[in-house]
């Protein structure tokens, strides 16, 4: 793996992904880098120069997820897992040391790099009990007034200069001090006091979810019209919209919005189908309008496929790509019609990559009945 790029790989790496021609996986590939590298590579983190972003300065990546903005709820959540990390129970005059790092090293979150511009866990408390929108710029930094490295707690920490910073470490060595001291003079905090977020992490994941749901979906043409989903890259073999929710790491879009709608969780319609019923075709398994979704059986819900032309058939079928209707026919006639001798099943089955099961049940019609080709000697 290559330790580091040269600025043309890396000027490189940044037009083919933002061009579209190859994903940040095919990059890293090419360059024998790590998808992580390639990753900030492209949105900035590394490389700045390359972006036009002056040395210096700090920037988040604008609360983006997925290719959204983030929502006030999933900021609300990440605020508020940001200071389930920190222990406060010392009450507020105390260190509030970071509890996902070492005794005596400064905190570390990679999630502060995008809230707040900088991964340090002391910066990131700081920027966010103050409210400000991100990090001040590396110009300034800031002095722990405890000589606590671990330690969050805002009132423990003011900016200053990096000579300021490097004169209290001498000060302590002068003094002989090797841990925390009592902080006299803590730093006062805004008008309206440190902005702490706290709360129920799983509730809030909830909110935050139900909030990133609603901002997928289109439902600009109104509450009769069809809500597509807007997230084209988080789609499933049947082109259904899908993300994370209720604990499941993967869930069509019209289920949750059928139990957004109706107050339910994913547990209350379990084994249960949500059926649509569009007024148009145009949307119809791509439509997330809880109006037009009901309840109701898997045979009902085939049925209802049926009639409306939705159900995933033969090679329109993600599983029946590789097997062309093209092909299930040529098959068809060569073993019905055979202008010399009749292949066996068996070579039929070597020659497409499938089992004699399958070219059986070609050859009978009973899979594939749509591809065409003759289902028997007379067929």
Not at 6 to 14: E, P, V
Not at 111 to 123: D, L, Q
Request: charged share 20%; proline share 8%.
């Amino acid at each position: 793996m290559k330790r580091s790029l040269t600025d043309a790989q890396a000027l490189w790496a940044i037009e083919q992904v933002k061009n579209g021609k190859m994903t940040q996986t095919q990059v890293a590939a090419h360059l024998g880098a790590s998808l992580a590298r390639i990753n900030a590579l492209v949105n900035g983190r590394t490389y700045r120069h390359l972006h036009g972003i002056p040395r210096g300065t700090r920037t988040t990546n604008g609360g983006r997820r997925y290719g959204f903005i983030e929502t006030p709820e999933r900021r609300h959540w990440n605020e508020t897992k940001f200071w389930t990390r920190v222990d406060r129970s010392g009450g507020p005059a105390a260190c509030w040391p970071w509890t996902g790092g070492k005794p005596d090293a400064y905190g570390h979150t990679a999630a502060g790099r995008g809230m707040t511009g900088s991964a340090n866990a002391h910066v990131v408390a700081f920027t966010l009990a103050m409210g400000l929108p991100k990090a001040p710029d590396w110009a300034l930094v800031l002095r722990h007034l405890c000589d606590n490295k671990p330690c969050c707690n805002p009132a423990h920490l003011k900016p200053g200069t990096i000579s300021e910073n490097i004169a209290d470490r001498w000060q302590a060595q002068r003094e002989g001090r090797t841990g925390p001291r009592p902080v006299t003079d803590p730093v006062p905090p805004p008008p309206k006091g440190w902005s702490i977020v706290t709360g129920d992490l799983d509730e809030l994941d909830r909110l935050a979810r139900i909030s990133e749901f609603h901002a997928r979906v289109d439902s600009s043409g109104g509450p009769a019209a069809c809500w597509p989903w807007r997230g084209e890259k988080s789609r499933n073999n049947f082109g259904y919209g899908q993300m994370a929710f209720d604990g499941q790491k993967v869930v069509p879009a019209h289920r949750i919005a059928y139990v957004i709608a109706d107050g339910k969780t994913l547990a209350d319609i379990k084994g249960q189908n949500i059926l649509h019923k569009c007024p148009e075709a145009k949307h119809r398994n791509d439509c997330n309008n809880p109006a037009h979704l009901t309840l109701g059986t898997q045979a009902e819900n085939i049925a209802d496929k049926l009639i409306h032309g939705t159900m995933p058939m033969g090679e329109l079928h993600h599983m029946g790509q590789r097997f062309p209707d093209a092909l299930v026919a040529r098959m068809r006639e060569r073993f019905w019609r055979p202008t010399g001798k009749r292949p066996t099943m068996t070579e039929l089955a070597l020659e497409a990559g499938t089992s004699v099961t399958v070219i059986s049940r070609w050859l009978k019609g009973t899979s594939r009945p749509e591809a065409g080709g003759p289902l028997g000697p007379t067929g």
